[in-house]
């Protein structure tokens, strides 16, 4: 028992050591003595011990690269492009892959490079932002032809970033101020201007209706003075009689609105001592005459009343 047990510990580990697991989505390549002896996909498999050995794994999943390229444009600009590459290991061409290429991130990097510094220089910066897509077209054809023959394929190249020298980021930030500063300049002013005219039109028929307002005013003023003496008239007053007595009515309206204000202050400065008696005298005079036309007109009414 002594004698085998090593034996068997041997044993088992050998066959432990045939079997190996290969994980989903990745290619396992076989050497025999140094040969390449298969490719094994994803899955359980079996191999003889020190006979044969992994040599190694290959991923088969969808990788991304990024490439920061700096580069001269047309108008001597010098501006930093970020590219990325995302590529894939061709499930059949796993051999190709693995032998035929031992650094394909530095091979795309070199490719990216070239394909970039010819295309870039050709154009104007603003034509860079305008046109990075045809800088992704044409990296990813020129990576297709070369990197196909070595098992890769290209899926997809994209310019992420643009990123221009900070002088020119600032100089392009004060143009594009500027011009905005310049459009809302404009704007305003077609506010102000549209303001200054709307305001001169509604100045305009404010005056037209205050106008209009006076009018009507005084044409009501004057038919309702023109009713006032046609009243007076019926009584037996004359037209001049009631002239002056809608005078002297009005003139005492006029100073009970004053006195109806505390703070108002009323100065009356005839011409003459001579013109402020005569002027008093015909005050008391048509206040006179008016309380005779009162009297007038209330016995009038009573006459009629009793005719009735």
Same mark, same amino acid.
């Given at each position: 028992?002594?004698? @085998?047990?090593? #034996?068997?510990?041997? $044993?088992?580990?050998?066959?432990?050591?045939? &079997?190996?697991?290969?994980?989903?989505?990745? *290619?396992?390549?076989?050497?025999? &003595?140094?040969?390449?002896?298969?490719?094994?996909?994803?899955?359980?498999?079996?191999?003889?011990?020190? =006979?044969?050995?992994?040599?190694?794994? #290959?991923?088969?999943?969808?990788?991304?690269?990024?490439?920061?390229?700096?580069?001269?444009?047309?108008?001597?600009?010098?501006?930093? #492009?970020?590219?990325?590459?995302?590529?894939?290991?061709?499930?059949?061409?796993?051999? %190709?892959?693995?032998?035929?290429?031992?650094?394909?991130?530095?091979?795309?990097?070199? @490719? =990216?490079?070239?394909? +970039?510094?010819?295309?870039?220089?050709?154009?104007?910066?603003?034509?860079?932002?305008?046109?990075?897509?045809?800088?992704?077209?044409?990296?990813?054809?020129?990576?297709? %032809?070369?990197?196909?023959?070595?098992?890769?394929?290209?899926?997809?190249?994209?310019?992420?970033?643009? !990123?221009?020298?900070?002088?020119?980021?600032?100089?392009?930030?004060?143009?594009?101020?500027?011009?905005?500063?310049?459009?809302?300049?404009?704007?305003?002013?077609? $506010?102000?201007?549209?303001?200054?005219?709307?305001?001169?039109?509604?100045? *305009?028929?404010?005056?037209?209706?205050?106008?209009?307002?006076?009018? !009507?005013?005084?044409?009501?003023?004057?038919?309702?003075?023109? /009713?006032?003496?046609?009243?007076?008239?019926? +009584?037996?007053?004359?037209?001049?009689?009631?002239?002056?007595?809608? =005078?002297?009515?009005?003139?005492? %309206?006029?100073?009970?609105?004053?006195? $109806?204000?505390?703070?108002?202050?009323?100065?009356?400065?005839?011409?003459?001592?001579? $013109?402020?008696?005569?002027?008093?005298?015909?005050?008391?005079?048509?206040?006179?005459?008016?309380?005779?036309?009162? /009297? *007038?007109?209330?016995?009038?009414? /009573?006459?009629? /009343?009793?005719?009735?």
């Amino acid at each position: 028992m002594i004698f @085998y047990a090593p #034996l068997l510990f041997f $044993a088992i580990l050998f066959v432990l050591a045939a &079997f190996f697991i290969v994980k989903q989505q990745t *290619a396992a390549i076989v050497e025999r &003595f140094g040969k390449f002896q298969s490719i094994r996909q994803s899955g359980l498999h079996l191999k003889i011990p020190v =006979v044969d050995r992994i040599a190694g794994k #290959l991923s088969l999943k969808i990788q991304q690269l990024d490439v920061i390229i700096e580069t001269k444009t047309l108008d001597d600009v010098f501006v930093k #492009l970020k590219v990325s590459v995302q590529y894939k290991v061709i499930k059949t061409k796993v051999y %190709d892959a693995f032998y035929k290429l031992d650094y394909p991130q530095d091979q795309i990097t070199s @490719y =990216v490079f070239d394909v +970039v510094r010819a295309e870039v220089p050709k154009m104007r910066l603003d034509d860079v932002f305008v046109k990075k897509d045809d800088i992704a077209i044409a990296v990813k054809s020129e990576l297709n %032809d070369a990197m196909m023959e070595y098992g890769y394929d290209i899926i997809k190249t994209l310019v992420t970033d643009i !990123d221009p020298d900070a002088q020119v980021k600032e100089a392009m930030n004060r143009i594009n101020a500027s011009e905005r500063e310049k459009v809302a300049a404009q704007y305003e002013g077609d $506010a102000q201007r549209i303001l200054i005219v709307e305001k001169a039109k509604a100045e *305009a028929e404010s005056k037209r209706l205050q106008g209009q307002g006076i009018a !009507d005013q005084r044409r009501e003023i004057a038919r309702g003075l023109e /009713e006032s003496v046609e009243v007076l008239n019926k +009584v037996g007053i004359n037209s001049q009689e009631a002239s002056a007595l809608i =005078v002297v009515t009005q003139h005492y %309206d006029t100073l009970q609105s004053i006195g $109806a204000d505390t703070n108002s202050n009323l100065i009356l400065l005839p011409n003459s001592p001579q $013109a402020g008696s005569d002027m008093l005298n015909n005050m008391i005079a048509s206040f006179t005459a008016s309380n005779q036309i009162g /009297e *007038a007109m209330k016995k009038a009414n /009573e006459n009629k /009343e009793s005719e009735e």
